[in-house]
């Protein structure tokens, strides 16, 4: 079973991002040939964390997002979508083992 939820490049689920309404608890902002990207979406895959994968290099709206409205430059962009203020750029081990713990939690409280 996998954990990856993709996008379209053309489904809008909202006007912010331009990625389809998803139950996913993350959205991981990449593009092709990235390590970074293919690290962060790896360690969601193995500790069984959901997320929707986006492709800014398909998606004007999702590159106009994470670089206008974040002002993120640099890709992964990982957004919690249960938390709007959660958000960062790059490959941070530290907030992807935040997020375990949080997942851990809510699977304990579930």
């Known amino acids: 079973m996998t954990s ?8 809008r689920g909202s ?3 331009g990625v389809p309404a998803v139950t996913a608890k993350y959205t ?4 092709p040939e990235c390590p970074n990207c293919d690290k962060t979406k790896a360690y969601f895959e193995a500790k ?7 492709d800014i290099t398909e998606n ?3 590159l106009e ?7 993120y430059s ?5 957004v919690n979508n249960a938390d709007d203020q959660d958000h960062w750029s790059g490959l941070r081990r530290d907030k992807l083992v935040t997020a375990t713990m949080n997942h851990a939690r ?3 409280t579930a």
């Open 4 to 11: 990856t939820i993709k996008a379209s490049p053309g489904e």
């Open 15 to 17: 006007s912010r991002d």
């Open 28 to 31: 991981v902002y990449t593009k």
């Open 48 to 54: 069984g964390i959901t997320y929707t994968a986006v």
């Open 60 to 62: 004007p709206a999702a």
């Open 65 to 71: 997002y994470i670089t206008g409205d974040l002002g």
């Open 74 to 78: 640099q890709a992964p962009v990982v």
């Open 106 to 108: 809510e699977g304990i």
